[in-house]
């Protein structure tokens, strides 16, 4: 299929601070089928945050991707983002908030492109660069994930995606098997198309469960909201962190409905910008799930989704099985634990506000969700402190490693309390500077080869594939900033 170079294209994110190779091939090739198949301008987008080494690994592999006509790929070090946030930045204070001026440009900085792990900061940086590209969707994918196959082919998500991401959920029937959304939402856009991922736990808690399932059901259980039951509780851990199973893929199924969060990863989703444009996610740092807000805004607003079953390939990296992978991971997991005590009210005021978390165009309201946000960080501590105590005991009951975690996490209570906190505020300050942020962004002028990507020497520039004497594109080029040239 000819690509539609005149129409928004799409953004395909890969936000990674590991190496990963073999992923940026496999996304490619995704980023080539959705062009061909499509007929879409895919921008691949990769932010690439892992050390210098790994970087030139990366770089090599973007330039051995095979050649794909309506493909642009943008590979950006951290120092070529920070240029471009400073700039979408300086562009937005104008307009910015009074709360969100009285911070800063550092401070707004330093939410989008903290000096350590952000699962939410990455994919908002995803959001924002989408915006300077002109794309009407992003599609997430993890860098320690793959592809299923079926009969010697791979198994994309993006098929799904792009056939009813941002339609009208009237006009999204076709391309599913399967609809059962309630009529009253058939005019509203399709906000989220997702599914999950077969393999290993999403979370380094394997161990644990075969250690001592009693331990993993108790740990597990600590991010329920506060008054659960028990049953509530078990019901919890079951559906926690293990994805569709183990069973391969076989053939296709897609439901047109309200989303089930419950069944939909952040490395197997995609996002219409009438939604990701006017909400960024949390944050927070250090923090597992800190990306999954989405989920219950475009949930608890009644905003159609469509959730299928072309599930993504989960496995751990090797730096994830090291002593110094094990101790970041259990710091996230905790902080994670952490972050339900503002969460939770945060989800509650979104279901309780249902339908009017929405304008007349069907669009979310910003200022509803910092509201929530803001009024959650006057919580009692009280629930936070249980949930430090039970997971001391619990994991000393393990003994090992997992007793030298709790013996470094002790001295830092108080510490990552107060950083809790602070998440969920920062939360509501980002919320609200985030319009200005996304029409900063928006406006940034496009380089004369039109690639959609902001043309001052101080924004990272990217350039489609050069066309050669046979008229067949050549190889994607990695995305330069002037000083990186």
Same mark, same amino acid.
Request: charged share 25%; hydrophobic share 40%.
């Given at each position: ?18 190496? %990963? ?14 062009? $061909? ?52 930045? +300086? ?14 440009? +550092?401070?707004?900085? +330093? ?23 002109? %794309? ?267 007793? +030298? ?69 050549? $190889? ?10």
């Amino acid at each position: 299929m000819t690509v539609d170079l005149a129409a928004p294209g799409i953004c395909l994110a890969l936000p990674t601070n590991r190496a %990963c190779a073999p992923t940026i091939a496999d996304v490619g090739a995704e980023a080539a089928w959705a062009a $061909r198949e499509f007929g879409v301008r895919v921008h691949l987008l990769i932010l690439d945050s892992a050390d210098a080494a790994t970087r030139a690994e990366h770089e090599k592999a973007v330039a051995d991707l095979p050649a794909a006509p309506g493909v642009l790929v943008h590979h950006l070090d951290e120092e070529q983002q920070r240029a471009f946030l400073r700039s979408v930045i +300086d562009r937005a204070r104008t307009a910015t908030p009074a709360p969100a001026a009285m911070a800063g440009a +550092d401070r707004l900085l +330093d939410l989008m492109l903290p000096d350590t792990v952000s699962y939410g900061a990455c994919t908002n940086r995803a959001f924002l660069f989408a915006a300077a590209l002109g %794309c009407s969707s992003l599609h997430r994918r993890d860098s320690d994930s793959t592809y299923q196959e079926l009969d010697g082919e791979p198994v994309f998500p993006i098929h799904h995606e792009l056939r009813s991401i941002g339609r009208r959920a009237a006009d999204a029937v076709p391309g599913v098997t399967h609809h059962t959304l309630d009529p009253a939402h058939a005019g509203k856009p399709v906000a989220l198309v997702g599914s999950s991922f077969i393999g290993e736990l999403s979370v380094d808690l394997g161990e644990v469960r075969a250690l001592d399932p009693e331990v993993y059901e108790e740990v597990v259980g600590l991010w329920a909201a506060t008054g659960s039951t028990v049953e509530e509780r078990r019901k919890l851990v079951a559906d926690s962190f293990t994805g569709n199973g183990t069973d391969p893929f076989t053939r296709d199924r897609a439901v047109l409905d309200l989303p089930d969060i419950w069944r939909i990863d952040m490395c197997n989703i995609a996002l219409d910008r009438e939604l990701y444009e006017r909400v960024p996610l949390p944050p927070a740092t250090d923090t597992i799930g800190s990306d999954y807000f989405l989920h219950h805004l475009v949930l608890n607003a009644g905003l159609p989704g469509v959730t299928h079953n072309r599930n993504i390939v989960n496995h751990y990296t090797s730096e994830r099985r090291t002593d110094a992978g094990f101790l970041a991971y259990q710091l996230r997991f905790t902080k994670f634990l952490l972050s339900m005590l503002y969460l939770h009210p945060v989800y509650d005021a979104l279901e309780a506000a249902g339908g009017a978390l929405l304008d007349e165009d069907h669009h979310v309201r910003p200022g509803a969700v910092a509201g929530f946000a803001r009024r959650a960080a006057g919580e009692d501590r009280a629930e936070n402190h249980r949930r430090l105590a039970v997971l001391d005991r619990a994991y000393r009951r393990l003994g090992g490693r997992y007793a +030298d975690f709790a013996d470094h996490l002790l001295p830092r209570r108080e510490r990552l309390l107060d950083e809790a906190q602070a998440d969920i505020e920062a939360f509501a300050l980002l919320v609200d500077a985030w319009g200005p942020l996304v029409a900063a962004a928006r406006a940034v002028p496009p380089t004369p080869s039109d690639t959609g990507l902001p043309a001052p020497a101080t924004v990272p520039t990217s350039v489609p594939a050069p066309t050669g004497t046979s008229g067949r594109p050549g $190889r994607p080029t990695t995305g330069r900033s002037a000083a990186h040239a």
